[in-house]
C-alpha cells in the first residue's frame, strides 16, 4: 500500500504521520470500558476527557475499580483527582429549546461532578475542571427572526410541559440553564414563563469521544460512556438497549498528538463557556458554579515515546461560526475526516469493509463507485445499522431530519448499487439471534425488528482496506460529520497482520465463527441469507440483509432540512 496515497500530506496546523505507534481496536463497550477504567487507574499526571455523552453514574465494570471499592465514574474521578491526578472534562452541550432533553443530560453529568468538587479539599477542587460547550456556529441573525414566533411558542410549551409533568420541577430545571432566561422564578423556584429575547440555535455539536491518560495512551473512536452504551459480544439485551461499536486504545505519539488536540479545544472554548453562562444567567436568579478554570498546556513535542510498530495520523472535523446573517450553520474549516475516508476508499484493491451508523454522503458514494471502477478485483462489505435508532426506538419519526436522512441514505446506497450493480458491492446489518418478544414486537411498525428479531444498534466508525489500512473514528459517513461538526479519528497502518487479525476477530464475532478474516463478499452474502431464512434461534451469529427497501419507502427529500444537518 503506497503510504504517500494514504496519508494526509501535513498542511497547515494538520498532525503529522507517526511511526512507532501500538494501537488496540475495542470491540463494544465491554472491552472499552473496563480498559479505560485501568488506564484511569494507572495516571500519573492527567486524565482528559471529551466526550459527547458522559454520565459519571455509569457503573465501573474493571475488577481493578471494584477492588478499589469504586462503583460508578464519578468515584473514579474523585479518587483520580485525589491522587493528585489532573481531570479534565470537555462535554458536549446541546441547544435546549430544540434539543432539551440532551441538553439536560449534558447539565446532569456538569452537576454530578460540582458534587464530586464539592466534597474535595480547596487544592483539589483546582486539580478537577469541566467545561460544557456549544458548537461555535449558530443559525443566522435572518432564520432566528424568521423563527422567532415559532421558537417563543415552542419555549412556552416546553416550560409549562416541564412545570406540569415533571415530578422534581426544580431540578429539571436545574440542569436546562439553557431554559432560564424563560422562566418567572420565585425565589429560587421556577414559577412560569416569562418573554424573552429569540434562542440561540446551534444545529452542530461536538461530536467526538477520546480521553487522553498523562499525554502517552488514549482512547479514541465511537463510543460515549453511559448505560445506553454498554453492550457485549452476546448483545443479549432488549433490541433497545443494544450497541455494537467500536474505540481504539493507542500508545506512544498518536497519543500526545491527540493530547495537543484536546488542549487546543480547551483553551479555545473555555472563554466561549464563560460567555454564554454569563448569557443564560443574565435575567435569572442562579448562577452556575463553574469553579476554578484555567487554560491546558499541551505536552511538549517529543515528549512521548515510541510504543509499537503502527504508522498513524491523527484526524478531524472542525468548523467555525459563520458571519452571514443568513447563515443555516456553520462554516466549514478543518475537513481531514473527509479526505482521510476517500484516501483509504481509494487505496482499496481486494476488499473494502465499512462498519457505518449512517451512509449518507452521495461523495463517498461516488468515492466507492470510483475505487470499484478502477480495480476490477476490489468488492465491498457495508454493514450498517438498519434504522436510526431515534426512529426505531424513540418515536422520532415524524422528524423531517429523520426522514430527510434516510433519504440521502437510500439515494447514496442506490447510486452505489446502481452504478456497480449488486454482484460487487454488499448490504448487511445485525439483528439478534433469538425471536422478538412481545416488548420488541412494539417496534417492529418503526423498523426496530427484522427478519423476526430485535435489530442490534450499529453504532460503529470503521473503514478497512485490504489488510493494511484502518480508519476508526466518531465520525459518520454524512455531511454532518464530514463538514460540521468536531470529529477525531486516525488512520492506521502496519505491515504485519495485527489489522489483518483485527478483521478477523470482528467478523467471528459477528458471525459465531462463520466468518474469518480470509472470508470474502461471497461468504458474508451466504451467511446473510442463510441467517435471513433461518429461525432466530437456529443462526450463526447476528449477520443478515440490510433492509434497503424500508429505508427507501420510509425516507423523503425534505428541501428545507440542510443536508450538512443530518
Request: one cysteine or more.
Amino acid at each position: 500500500m503506497n503510504r504517500d496515497l494514504l496519508f494526509l500530506r501535513e498542511q497547515g496546523e494538520g498532525f503529522p504521520v507517526r511511526d512507532g505507534c501500538r494501537v488496540k481496536p475495542l470491540i463494544d463497550s465491554a472491552e472499552m470500558y473496563p480498559r479505560l477504567e485501568e488506564e484511569m487507574l494507572a495516571a500519573e499526571r492527567s486524565v482528559w476527557l471529551a466526550f459527547r455523552i458522559f454520565d459519571p453514574s455509569t457503573k465501573l465494570r474493571s475488577d481493578a475499580a471494584r477492588a478499589k471499592g469504586l462503583e460508578d465514574w464519578a468515584g473514579l474521578i474523585r479518587d483520580t483527582v485525589k491522587r493528585g491526578v489532573e481531570v479534565r472534562m470537555l462535554l458536549a452541550d446541546f441547544e435546549p429549546v430544540m434539543a432539551n432533553d440532551l441538553h439536560a443530560g449534558s447539565w446532569s453529568s456538569f452537576n454530578q461532578i460540582q458534587d464530586v468538587r464539592s466534597a474535595l479539599t480547596e487544592a483539589e477542587q483546582e486539580q478537577l475542571q469541566i467545561i460544557v460547550v456549544q458548537h461555535a456556529g449558530e443559525i443566522g441573525w435572518f432564520w432566528r427572526q424568521i423563527l422567532r414566533f415559532a421558537l417563543r411558542k415552542r419555549v412556552r410549551k416546553l416550560i409549562r410541559h416541564l412545570l406540569d409533568k415533571s415530578s422534581h420541577v426544580r431540578h429539571a430545571f436545574e440542569v436546562r440553564p439553557g431554559l432560564w432566561r424563560w422562566l418567572h422564578w420565585e425565589g429560587d423556584r421556577p414559577a412560569g414563563w416569562k418573554s424573552g429575547p429569540p434562542p440561540r440555535l446551534w444545529p452542530a455539536t461536538y461530536h467526538q469521544k477520546s480521553a487522553i491518560i498523562d499525554a502517552k495512551t488514549a482512547f479514541i473512536g465511537g463510543l460515549d460512556l453511559d448505560e445506553r452504551r454498554w453492550d457485549d459480544a452476546k448483545h443479549d439485551r432488549p433490541a433497545d438497549e443494544t450497541w455494537h461499536d467500536l474505540s481504539a486504545f493507542v500508545a506512544g505519539p498518536l497519543a500526545a498528538d491527540a493530547a495537543r488536540n484536546f488542549t487546543e479545544l480547551w483553551n479555545l472554548e473555555l472563554p466561549r463557556f464563560r460567555e454564554i453562562v454569563d448569557q443564560w444567567t443574565s435575567d435569572a436568579s442562579r448562577t452556575i458554579a463553574a469553579g476554578p478554570l484555567s487554560e491546558a498546556i499541551a505536552p511538549e513535542q517529543g515528549e512521548s515515546l515510541s510504543e509499537g510498530k503502527a504508522t498513524t495520523q491523527l484526524l478531524r472535523t472542525r468548523s467555525r461560526d459563520a458571519t452571514s446573517i443568513f447563515a443555516l450553520g456553520p462554516v466549514p474549516d478543518i475537513r481531514e475526516l473527509k479526505a482521510a475516508h476517500r484516501n483509504l476508499i481509494r487505496s482499496a484493491q481486494n476488499l473494502l469493509y465499512i462498519e457505518a451508523q449512517f451512509f449518507r454522503s452521495r461523495e463517498a458514494a461516488d468515492w466507492v463507485i470510483e475505487s470499484l471502477r478502477r480495480n476490477p478485483g476490489l468488492d465491498v462489505i457495508i454493514l450498517i445499522a438498519n434504522v436510526p435508532e431515534e426512529i426505531a426506538f424513540l418515536g422520532a419519526g415524524d422528524n423531517p431530519a429523520h426522514r430527510h436522512g434516510e433519504y440521502l441514505q437510500a439515494t447514496a446506497l442506490s447510486r452505489l448499487l446502481k452504478a456497480v450493480g449488486p454482484d460487487r458491492v454488499g448490504l448487511f446489518t445485525l439483528v439478534r439471534d433469538e425471536p422478538a418478544d412481545d416488548a420488541e414486537h412494539d417496534y417492529a411498525g418503526s423498523r426496530g425488528t427484522a427478519f423476526g428479531s430485535g435489530i442490534i444498534y450499529i453504532h460503529a466508525k470503521l473503514l478497512i482496506a485490504d489488510t493494511q489500512a484502518c480508519l476508526m473514528s466518531s465520525a459518520n459517513i454524512n455531511g454532518r460529520s464530514f463538514e460540521w461538526d468536531t470529529e477525531l479519528g486516525f488512520l492506521w497502518s502496519q505491515e504485519d497482520a495485527v489489522i489483518a487479525g483485527f478483521r478477523d476477530r470482528l467478523w467471528s464475532r459477528l458471525s459465531d465463527g462463520a466468518l474469518s478474516g480470509t472470508s470474502g463478499l461471497a461468504d458474508w452474502r451466504s451467511l446473510a441469507e442463510q441467517n435471513r431464512l433461518a429461525e432466530p434461534d437456529k443462526r450463526r451469529g447476528f449477520v443478515v440483509p440490510y433492509q434497503r427497501g424500508r429505508a427507501c419507502r420510509f425516507g423523503g427529500s425534505r428541501l428545507y432540512v440542510p443536508d450538512n444537518m443530518v
